[in-house]
């Protein structure tokens, strides 16, 4: 499951059953959550389901994985059910079977064979060829407002990344701030750890990240969430370079095109148009990321190589072949810059960017991350790419003000025994969650901790 993907999942995963009954009254919903959510396993299992009457007995779906693939088959009915995609029939002195839930099964098949009224895809307005907007153009509105949240995150460095026509409204600044991810210090703002995550992403896993921030608050805009989420995953089933009619959109999903005018991700020609156009923001929201290259290339690197653009050598200098000014503010968050040519800008490493990187919440891993990713080809033929002495002192550095990492997770204990202990703790390895685990005090602690529950609800009960 590509970064996107997850962080969407872990927020509707949060969702109550109520609200998923409601999201799946939409056919482009059920094909979005189909399309983007499920691993290739979930998906033949939800196939397999589509056209039964009956519910499926767990021991045909069994017989379709092979043994050593016991952990894939358990994570996919384990989806399925905590995106209330499946559920479990009740009938007593029977085995367990699976069948789809009634909206998501209904969505899906008129989603996939059409009809109905619902009007879930989009509603397309005919436009002049004069008055219309081309790809590119839709392209370019897209990046430079995009820049222009990058670059008011990373601004804190003094470097001037106002791009002209580009204003965030007030609206974007309190959102980023809301969401952790940049900090308001009288006259600007610092990136924070959660900041710094943020734009190490690929392009569409930061479009995601900011719209669950949007959902989370949603609330506090007076705007239902789950017409909010609804309208999202319609956008990413909609056209590029096709006008849509705003006429069977809600009084929430307007108000929603006024603020996703502001990050790129839609573009009106003017505030009181009757149409709107989704850039390639929108349209991706539900395909693999490499959908987003033309538009990621440009704001990842600007005219540098889209491959890589950095040269570190052994003795921390660094040399950064990039024009981008939002690349630029970028290194100068754990670099301290010295030189700068029309094409190039040089600098070094030391032991003070790392640690003023470090109290601003930057840690060593997501700076050498940034590095590799953005090494130029010449680097890339070395193994390994970062010389090994810079990646060690960058962590070295860090370490000296920090002694202990902080796991979230889950801790069970208290079992009766050890055989009611090992079969759970030997499930939750297998499944990869497990942490530590301590087995003379019959303990462990995991990262998630539904698998591990549904497995000690269905285990088999003494003496039955």
């Known amino acids: 499951m590509s970064v996107s993907s997850l962080r969407s999942f872990e927020y509707l995963e949060s969702l109550p059953g109520t609200v998923f009954n409601r999201l799946y009254q939409q056919p482009s919903t059920a094909l979005a959550i189909f399309r983007r959510m499920l691993p290739h396993l979930a998906k033949s299992f939800v196939m397999a389901l589509l056209y039964n009457s009956h519910p499926l007995p767990v021991t045909d779906l069994e017989s379709w994985v092979r043994p050593d693939s016991k952990r894939e088959r358990d994570h996919a009915l384990s989806l399925l059910e905590r995106l ?35 009007k879930s895809f989009g509603v397309p307005c005919e436009i002049s060829s004069a008055s219309s907007v081309t790809v590119a153009k839709l392209d370019d509105v897209a990046r430079k407002q995009w820049e222009g949240v990058l670059g008011y995150m990373v601004g804190s460095t003094g470097i001037d990344l106002a ?12 959102l980023l701030q809301l969401g952790g991810l940049v900090e308001n210090k009288g006259r600007g703002v610092d990136i924070t750890q959660d900041g710094f995550a943020f734009i190490l992403q690929e392009v569409n896993a930061q479009v995601w990240t900011v719209l669950i921030l949007y959902l989370e608050n949603a609330e506090q805009l007076k705007m239902d969430p789950v017409d909010v989420l609804s309208f999202l995953f319609m956008l990413g089933s909609l056209e590029l370079g096709q006008a849509y009619s705003k006429t069977n959109l809600t009084e929430t999903q307007i108000q929603m095109l006024a603020d996703l005018n502001d990050f790129g991700i839609v573009h009106q020609p003017s505030s009181n148009s009757t149409h709107f156009y989704p850039t390639r923001l929108a349209t991706t929201l539900t395909s693999d990321a490499g959908a987003l290259r033309s538009i990621s290339t440009k704001i990842s690197t600007s005219s540098a190589d889209a491959t890589g653009f950095l040269v570190i050598e052994t003795n921390y200098r660094i040399y950064a072949y990039t024009s981008s000014p939002l690349q630029i503010a970028i290194l100068q968050l ?29 840690t060593a891993d997501q ?54 202990y090992e079969g759970p703790c030997r499930y939750a390895e297998e499944i990869g969650v497990l942490v530590w685990k301590n087995e003379p005090r019959r303990m462990f602690f995991v990262t998630r901790h539904e698998q591990i529950a549904a497995y000690l609800r269905n285990r088999p009960k003494k003496g039955s």
Do not use: C
Request: aromatic share 6%; glycine share 8%.
């Open 163 to 174: 791009d002209e026509g580009v204003k965030l409204s007030h609206g974007v600044k309190t």
């Open 84 to 118: 209330h995609i499946s559920s479990v029939a009740a009938n007593p002195g029977q085995p367990r079977a699976y069948s789809l839930t009634s909206p998501f099964k209904d969505s899906l098949r008129l989603a996939l064979t059409g009809g109905g009224k619902h």
């Open 367 to 420: 700076i050498i991350s940034f590095l590799a990713t953005h090494a130029h080809p010449q680097m890339k033929k070395n193994n390994p790419v970062l010389p090994p002495t810079v990646v060690d002192q960058i962590r070295l550095w860090q370490i000296e003000g920090e002694r202990m990492k902080a796991t979230v997770g889950f801790l069970f204990k208290g079992f009766v025994n050890v055989a009611e």
């Open 334 to 362: 754990f670099a301290r810059l010295s030189t700068r040519y029309p094409n190039m800008v040089s600098g070094k490493i030391t032991r003070e960017s790392i640690r003023r990187a470090v109290a601003m919440g930057i």
